[in-house]
């Protein structure tokens, strides 16, 4: 008899440990310390940053462009717990280094997750108390 289950997750994985939401707030509350008002500048700056290098790799013509927007918004992404942005720019980055141009797909995909983390970010500034 044939049974219906679903594998288990290994627990070590990567997988296993991302949240759900665009940004993990477990850690970012972990980097500022617990401070709120803190973790809401480093949204805002994180949103702007994000958005900036974004653009800048839709605009890399040369090899060094694409490596150094990358690294910028993988390392970026991964202080504030955006672990969507740094998987795809990780990703993209060791397909680059290893000779691989980068597919429009991989950019646009990038870009879709940057577009979710920013509007999860105005939500969450929205509820900041004045």
């Known amino acids: 008899m044939a049974q219906n289950a679903v594998p288990a997750e290994n627990p070590g994985s990567e997988v296993s440990r991302r949240p759900a939401r665009p940004i993990d707030l477990v850690h970012l ?6 401070d709120a008002g803190l973790e809401h500048e480093i949204l805002r700056l994180f949103d702007t940053t994000a958005k900036t290098y974004f653009a800048r790799l839709q605009q890399s013509s040369t090899f060094d462009d694409l490596a150094l927007n990358l690294h910028s918004l993988k390392g970026a992404a991964s202080g504030v717990g955006a672990w969507s942005i740094a998987d795809l720019a990780r990703a993209a980055e060791t397909e680059l280094k290893a000779g691989r141009p980068l597919s429009p ?8 997750a940057v577009e979710e983390v920013s509007a999860f970010v105005a939500e969450m500034l929205s509820k900041e108390p004045i």
């Open 105 to 112: 797909e991989q950019i646009d995909d990038i870009g879709v």
């Open 29 to 34: 509350a972990r980097q500022c310390l617990g």
